[in-house]
């Protein structure tokens, strides 16, 4: 299941009923703030949070004056959001007052295996001021104990956090004191409580210190432990008592040799402590259930901190990670925007939309969405339109954004983003599968029982030609084996050979885009006597559409 349209009306931003097409597609998101992207956030995540509530919650969702609903509608306009799946039966679940999302089991399982971050997620794991102790119990309990299931009671940690609420209020209510049996009970329980979630930190921070160190800091040997305290119980008279909840506190280790750091935000720079919230998230993310119907992942502005290198690493983590999820990717940043779009060109399943704030004769009206179309894809339309100045401009535009972002000699760029797939592949993922290839090769044959010490010796004297010094079985063997070694080195020189000729073909048509940006696209975008010539631009649109398809051949 995958959803196939968006529908929205008095919702948050939208006002009218607004159909927003996702065709099943993972979806790529632009919007400055206010445009109506977290709106639509907001909504998806409520719609598959309703499948838990009550009727009653469902009511004081859609209350009137409930910041839900947009403020410029009147009561006579329904306020709902509708998803449409593309299964068979185009299945539609809505979010509204009459709605049908209230205990429907695939939305159950939806909500229990779908996740949804945006930047005021990451920041409170480290919106702390120094004097503070960082707890991060709150954020657990709200964003990961609704998320993960008890297997052995078959009860979320947010069902059973509040179950040893409500029997605390009952043992008071009951004037139950500490030497009855039901307090001793209760102990208990919260012993119980307090070892599971024991237990799951341990596996989680295992987890996250693996995102850590792959995904964010490279060669840096920071290590993140969770230290934990459990429930308890403090009695304040016979009969009545203070239950207080556990903290959970994030402790560094291995930092420039400092070790048992309680308070990183202190001592970390927003990009660190962002790596750190993204890893501890990520590995809660993997206790999320994982067997459901449908599966969404939604990123809103998720890596506003970071810088353009490390963002592209976060992606390229969520595209290996969650290839089953219908990803939806949202941010303010034209720049992230442009080259996100680029790098998932290359990829099937992805259309981009861009989201606007918009007026209708002084009126407030919905957000205007807009399929967003690559400067090429534009360039070719007003080629066809004989409006060559706006053509030139366009191919200008794209140019520069193809040079910017891919081209770099040092390669640097290139492995930063790693769009090119045909080069990259080559440079970076290939070669290391060809390292450890031959690597591998190389150690199997050191280690084989034909290579030994005597044989070594007699290939490195030349003595294996059959001059009559060696006969028989083991001139056969040497022979065996100088062919073995041959064959490795073979294999070793031709890889670094095509891996050589990528880059010189990599290098060949950036270069001729770099050529057509100089000569023929400064045309159209400063003023000149000198016409515009229709060959000229298609030709610089040809060499263009060659550098997007060498990209596509190699992907």
């Known amino acids: 299941m995958r959803i196939k349209a968006i529908h929205l009306q008095n919702y948050k931003g939208f006002k009218s009923a607004e159909r927003i097409e996702v065709n099943g597609k993972n979806l790529l998101v632009y919007g400055n703030n206010g445009s109506g992207k977290s709106s639509l956030y907001q909504a998806l995540r409520h719609l598959l949070q309703s499948s838990t509530y009550d009727q009653a ?102 069902a059973w956090y509040q179950q040893l609420q409500t029997e605390l209020r009952e043992l008071e209510f009951n004037k139950v004191r500490r030497n009855d049996r039901r307090y001793k009970d209760f102990e208990k329980k919260l012993e119980t409580f307090n070892d599971v979630l024991t237990i799951q930190l341990r596996s989680l921070i295992e987890t996250a210190n693996y995102f850590l160190r792959v995904y964010f800091l490279d060669d840096e040997l920071i290590t993140v432990s969770l230290v934990a305290t459990g429930f308890s119980l403090d009695p304040v008279s016979k009969n009545r008592f203070v239950l207080h909840p556990p903290t959970i506190r994030a402790v560094l280790s291995n930092y420039h040799g400092v070790e048992n750091i309680d308070r990183p935000h202190m001592l970390l720079n927003e990009a660190r402590l962002t790596a750190l919230a993204l890893s501890l998230r990520f590995a809660a993310f993997e206790n999320f259930l994982k067997d459901a119907p449908l599966k969404i992942l939604v990123l809103d502005d998720l890596l506003i901190s970071l810088d ?139 280690n084989s029982e034909n290579f030994t010490a005597e044989k070594v010796t007699i290939l490195k004297a030349g003595r294996f030609t059959g001059d009559g010094t060696l006969t028989g079985p083991l001139l056969g063997e040497i022979n065996d084996l100088r062919t073995q070694i041959f064959d490795f080195v073979g294999t070793y020189y031709a890889a670094r050979d095509v891996k050589q000729q990528k880059l010189r073909e990599l290098i060949n048509v950036v270069n001729k885009v770099n050529e057509v940006r100089s000569r023929a696209l400064n045309l159209g975008a400063h003023y000149t006597d000198e016409p515009l010539f229709e060959t000229e631009l298609q030709e610089a649109l040809d060499i263009l559409k060659q550098f997007e398809q060498e990209v596509k051949a190699g992907s």
Not at 65 to 84: H, K, M, Q, T
Not at 93 to 101: E, I, Q
Not at 372 to 380: F, G, Q, Y
Not at 408 to 434: G, H, Q, Y
């Open 308 to 446: 353009m290198s490390l963002r592209m690493q976060v992606i390229k983590t969520i595209l290996g990670q969650f290839r089953d999820y219908q990803l939806i990717i949202m941010t303010h940043d034209r720049s992230f925007f442009n080259v996100v779009r680029q790098n998932l060109a290359l990829k099937e399943g992805w259309s981009a939309l861009e989201f606007y704030e918009n007026q209708i004769n002084g009126q407030y009206a919905n957000p205007l969405v807009l399929s967003s179309k690559d400067s090429i894809t534009k360039a070719e339309e007003y080629l066809e339109q004989k409006d060559y100045e706006a053509c030139a401009l366009y191919l200008r535009k794209k140019a520069e954004e193809l040079i910017r972002i891919y081209f770099d000699p040092t390669l640097e760029n290139l492995a930063r983003f790693t769009v090119l797939e045909k080069l990259a592949n080559a440079l970076s993922n290939v070669e290391k599968e060809d390292k450890t290839r031959l690597f591998n090769q190389f150690a199997e044959l050191m």
């Open 57 to 158: 919650q469902i009511e004081e969702h859609f209350a009137t004056g409930a910041l839900n609903c947009n403020i410029f509608c009147s009561d006579d306009e329904p306020a709902y959001v509708r998803l449409v799946i593309d299964d068979e039966n185009e299945t539609t679940y809505t979010f509204a007052l009459d709605g049908n999302t209230v205990g429907d089991v695939n939305l159950q399982l939806a909500n229990q295996a779908s996740d949804f971050m945006n930047y005021r997620l990451l920041y409170s794991f480290y919106n702390f001021r120094n004097s503070e102790e960082a707890d991060l119990f709150p954020i657990f309990r709200d964003e990961f104990f609704p998320y993960w299931t008890d297997l052995h009671r078959q009860v979320t940690y947010k």
